[in-house]
C-alpha cells in the first residue's frame, strides 16, 4: 500500500479526507486506484495526454516528479499538491 496526500481543494472529491492508502506500482497506478474509489480525482491532477497538470505537483517523498510512470514501493507516500499562483 502507498500513502496518497490529498490536498484541501481535492478534499471534496475524497469526502474531506485528506490522507487514504491504496494499491499502485507506479504512481499512474496509485491514481488510477484513487480514482476508482473517488471518481474524477485524477482528471484534476492528471491532463488527457497523461501528464501532470500545470497548476499541480506530485511528489513521491521527498522528491518532485512529472512522471506517472515513476515506481512506488510499499509504504511510499506520494504528496499532491497544488501550485500558488498570482501576482
Given at each position: 500500500?502507498?500513502?496518497?496526500?490529498?490536498?484541501?481543494?481535492?478534499?471534496?472529491?475524497?469526502?474531506?479526507?485528506?490522507?487514504?492508502?491504496?494499491?499502485?506500482?507506479?504512481?499512474d497506478e496509485a491514481?488510477?486506484?484513487?480514482?476508482?474509489?473517488?471518481?474524477?480525482?485524477?482528471?484534476?491532477?492528471?491532463?488527457?495526454?497523461?501528464?501532470?497538470?500545470?497548476?499541480?505537483?506530485?511528489y513521491v517523498g521527498?522528491?518532485?516528479t512529472l512522471d506517472?510512470?515513476?515506481?512506488?514501493?510499499?509504504?511510499?507516500?506520494?504528496?499532491?499538491?497544488?501550485?500558488?499562483?498570482?501576482?
Amino acid at each position: 500500500m502507498v500513502r496518497v496526500l490529498i490536498p484541501s481543494q481535492l478534499q471534496s472529491y475524497t469526502g474531506g479526507l485528506s490522507r487514504l492508502e491504496v494499491q499502485g506500482a507506479t504512481v499512474d497506478e496509485a491514481l488510477r486506484a484513487l480514482d476508482r474509489l473517488y471518481p474524477g480525482i485524477r482528471f484534476r491532477v492528471i491532463d488527457e495526454q497523461d501528464r501532470v497538470r500545470r497548476h499541480m505537483r506530485l511528489y513521491v517523498g521527498p522528491e518532485r516528479t512529472l512522471d506517472i510512470g515513476t515506481a512506488l514501493r510499499d509504504g511510499d507516500e506520494v504528496l499532491i499538491f497544488g501550485a500558488l499562483s498570482g501576482g
